[in-house]
């Protein structure tokens, strides 16, 4: 079945890069997403992945997708304080669904002095 | 623009009781979820709609109900409340199908059955 899966927690020194990893199961997703929520908020969409991509930059955060292994990551440059937060990983298993977006548990960042 | 908003925005419940939260999506989106976050779990689905008429089971759906009551609005409703239903729930809307868009996410509802 779909299956999304992440390590729960990762802790980073303020100005490193954080690096969050991903696995998904099913081989016809089409976009991939990394959220981000914040404490007390919703989830934001951070950024998304077609799978025909194998890396997308957008200003400090790279996404890197290798479909062979079914592993997504997200780079976080010059890690903030503001960066701390749950990021969820995401997938969205076909074009025919009425987009029951699959999301893994979240990995908690916090960032150390 | 508001975007998606849910009310009440906590809630404590005895056992046994009944209430509806609410939903409401002013981007004029086709599709709307409910999720329920516990910790270590992510997100699970509980029930969908597609486009407004339309409502579908997800991941979770036991002990609750829908209605999509017009292409806005999408209420999530629990006929007798259960510890097991203590949760956050949020609420998400979508464009077109969730695809490259993703979704938009309410601010939660932070319930507690005592």
């Known amino acids: 079945g779909e299956d999304v899966e992440q390590s729960l927690f990762l802790s980073v020194r303020e100005g490193d890069s954080s690096v969050i990893n991903c696995t998904y199961t099913?081989?016809?997703?089409?976009?991939l997403y990394w959220y981000k929520q914040e404490p007390g908020a919703g989830l934001q969409l951070l950024t998304y992945?077609?799978?025909?991509?194998d890396m997308k930059q957008d200003q400090r955060l790279t996404v890197l997708l290798n479909k062979k292994d079914k592993h997504l990551s997200l780079r976080i440059a010059d890690t903030q304080t503001g960066d701390s937060a749950i990021y969820f990983c995401?997938?969205?298993?076909?074009?025919?669904?009425?987009?029951?977006?699959?999301f893994g548990s979240g990995t908690r960042l916090s960032i150390r002095p | 623009n508001a975007g998606v908003t849910q009310t009440p925005k906590f809630q404590v419940l005895k056992t046994g009781q009944s209430m509806t939260l609410q939903c409401a999506q002013d981007?004029?989106?086709?599709?709307m979820y409910w999720y329920r976050q516990d910790p270590g779990m992510g997100l699970r689905l509980i029930y969908y709609?597609?486009?407004?008429?339309?409502?579908d089971k997800g991941e979770v759906p036991n002990g609750y109900n829908v209605s999509r009551l017009n292409k806005r609005e999408f209420s999530l409703r629990l006929e007798s409340a259960a510890p097991s239903q203590t949760s956050v729930y949020f609420c998400?809307?979508?464009?077109?199908?969730?695809?490259?868009?993703?979704?938009?996410f309410g601010s939660g509802t932070r319930l507690t059955v005592v």
């Open positions: 998400a809307s979508s464009e077109r199908g969730g695809l490259n868009y993703g979704y938009t």
């Open positions: 099913d081989s016809s997703s089409t976009y």
């Open positions: 992945i077609f799978s025909n991509m």
């Open positions: 995401a997938e969205s298993p076909s074009y025919s669904s009425a987009s029951k977006i699959i």
């Open positions: 981007m004029n989106h086709n599709s």
């Open positions: 709609s597609a486009s407004e008429g339309t409502t």
